[in-house]
């Protein structure tokens, strides 16, 4: 039985936490974290979860938790777990947090672009990425993982196969991305009112978001050489989806079928990567409620670029599904234990 603890279980990916733990056997989620609601009852939080369980909310005392868990998942604004961390919490207790404070391994790029001063940057190195698709052995050994941003799953997997490949020029990305309002988080703000998102779609962050830095240096590592990219988020009426379509040069001649052979080497063992079929092309609804990442390409002769598209459910492959993913790799367990839901659609 793995012995879980969540902090910050009352924001979004925490509640989506604790929904995927809750349905497993093998996991007991000990330790409800909330620094809103200590000593409320979680179900009083979140209405969905009456009944299955009785626990009441707790604070964030990670010292404390270290002896009572096994994992803990720190679902908290950024900041926060590298406050927390230290060598006593690490010997005890293994760690994923899905903030973004050991998500870039340069801490002046860090303190740039999130205008914080890292807590606990001699742990930065040690730190594993968490995506599976790269990292796996790295992560079956880990004691701390940075589970990473949403917009960077979905961005990296719909073109990692063509940047790893040197079929397209990376410095050439230029990465359009469109996510529903659960991507904000839970906290009230003007721009997440339902009268501002309503029957209405706008960039944000443009030049400036803080996923930029997490996406270039992931595609660097994959390229071998810097990588500068366009990237440009949208907030779409919806709930919870990330649609990326990307475009590059191409760097070489290639045909569609060179491409999806090259799509297929990377992810045909992949068990929540699908390339989809020919002239299918991703949508939110196909993989709502689920950790499935789609992806799919499309050559463009008469400019010479390529587009590529992916689509995932941002709470579950872009936080909380991520993270259980990570934390079974952790335990030795086949990493899609608990994770084969089936997404919504219809």
């Known amino acids: 039985m793995i012995r879980a603890g969540i902090i910050g279980s009352t924001g979004y990916a925490g509640g989506e936490l604790a929904r995927l733990l809750l349905q497993r056997e093998d996991v007991e989620v000990k330790w409800y974290g909330s620094r809103s609601y200590i000593d409320k009852k979680y179900a009083s939080i979140y209405q969905n979860m009456f009944k299955l369980t ?3 909310c707790m604070d964030d005392n990670m010292k404390e938790l270290a002896e009572r868990v096994d994992v803990v998942f720190t679902a908290t604004p ?3 777990c590298s406050a927390l961390v230290n060598e006593e ?6 760690i994923i947090d899905l903030s973004a404070d050991f998500r870039i391994k340069d801490v002046e790029v860090y303190k740039q672009w999130y205008k914080l001063e890292h807590g606990s940057p001699e ?4 730190a594993v990425y968490g995506l599976p698709e790269i990292n796996r052995a790295k992560l079956q050994r880990a004691r701390l993982i940075a589970n990473p941003g949403c917009f960077p799953t979905c961005s990296f997997l719909s073109v990692y196969p063509l940047v790893k490949e040197g079929i397209i020029d990376p410095n050439t990305l230029i990465i359009d991305a469109k996510s529903g309002t659960s991507g904000a988080g839970r906290g009230a703000k003007t721009d997440s009112l339902f009268c501002e998102v309503n029957e209405n779609i706008k960039a944000y962050g443009v030049g400036v978001h803080r996923h930029t830095p997490e996406i270039e240096e992931q ?3 994959a390229a071998g050489r810097p990588v500068t990219i366009s990237f440009t988020p949208h ?3 919806m709930n919870r989806g990330i649609l990326v379509t990307a475009y590059a040069s191409l760097a070489k001649d290639v045909t569609e079928e060179e491409v999806r052979a090259a799509y297929e080497k990377y992810y045909k063992d992949e068990y929540f990567v699908r390339l989809l079929d020919n002239g299918v092309f991703p949508q939110t609804r196909w993989v ?3 950790n499935f990442a789609d992806v799919n390409f499309k050559i463009d002769l008469r400019t010479k670029r390529v ?3 992916g689509a995932i459910d941002n709470m579950v492959k872009g936080a909380a599904g991520q993270a259980i993913q990570n934390m079974n790799l952790m335990f030795g367990l086949p990493e899609n234990t608990g994770l084969k839901q089936v997404p919504l659609f219809p």
Do not use: N, T, W
């Open 219 to 221: 595609l660097s590592r």
């Open 123 to 126: 742990y930065i190195k040690e």
């Open 89 to 94: 919490i690490l010997s005890k207790v293994k």
């Open 288 to 290: 709502e409620g689920s």
């Open 78 to 80: 950024q900041g926060l």
């Open 307 to 309: 587009v590529m598209m």
């Open 54 to 56: 009785d626990a009441d």
């Open 235 to 237: 907030l779409i009426p």
